[in-house]
């Protein structure tokens, strides 16, 4: 299976520039043959603004209707992040969209990270797994992948992949040079991470999306800069995966 990740700076509310983007690097996955591309989180309408209450998204929208027709035309999956309204609530969302341009899944984030973010937002309370390419895959979102239970919860699921739109920032530098492939090896799942670049507000992100396998090797890493990666997944090798959860003993 091929992955695409795009890191880029923020589109700072300009929704017309974040839907550009996104078509732009769905069309380069496209092109080499990747299955899915992932965009950071709250990616529409940038995760650190002012005004997000005011900036939701409806699933059925007509912005998310672009990317859906984007995804058609280049006949690859969209993961992306995104401030999501429905009624009165708000989530921390991911969604991800079929090579057909049809919705597979919709996300809502956990573990909301900070005072900011439980101000905004009401908590996701379910694991959403969903079929691409013949593989079983889940979104997480930022500080979800930083759970272990979270991520053996969706190995005993079966999943084999998990997207991860995030929006890490300094000092945190931590997260994707030791914990993301940290989790991936001890639980046997490859992690597609993808972060922003630059400042948004008074925050800077520390780039370093990957796409990382389920032995823990990083398959390409991008550093501060704007990126598109792209890898292919290798089958999992039973000698190589880790035995943690089998092995593990309550005391």
Known sequence: MRIAVWQGPSPAADLEAGLSQAKAALAAAGLMNASVLVLPEVWLPGYNQPDIPERGLATDGPELAQLAAAARDAGCALAIGYAERSGEALYNAALCIGPDGTILANYRKIQLYGPREQAL????TDYVTFDLAGHTLALL?????????HIKALAARGVSLI???TANMHP???VPRVTVPAMAANHGIAIAYANYCGS?????YTGGSQITGPHGEILALAG????LLIADLPARDPARLSTQSADFRVI
């Open 121 to 124: 937002y009401t908590p996701g």
């Open 141 to 149: 979102i930022c500080y979800d992948i930083e759970f272990a239970p």
């Open 163 to 165: 997207l991860c739109p």
């Open 172 to 174: 945190f530098t931590h």
């Open 200 to 204: 948004e507000g008074d925050l800077t």
């Open 224 to 227: 501060e800069h704007p990126a």
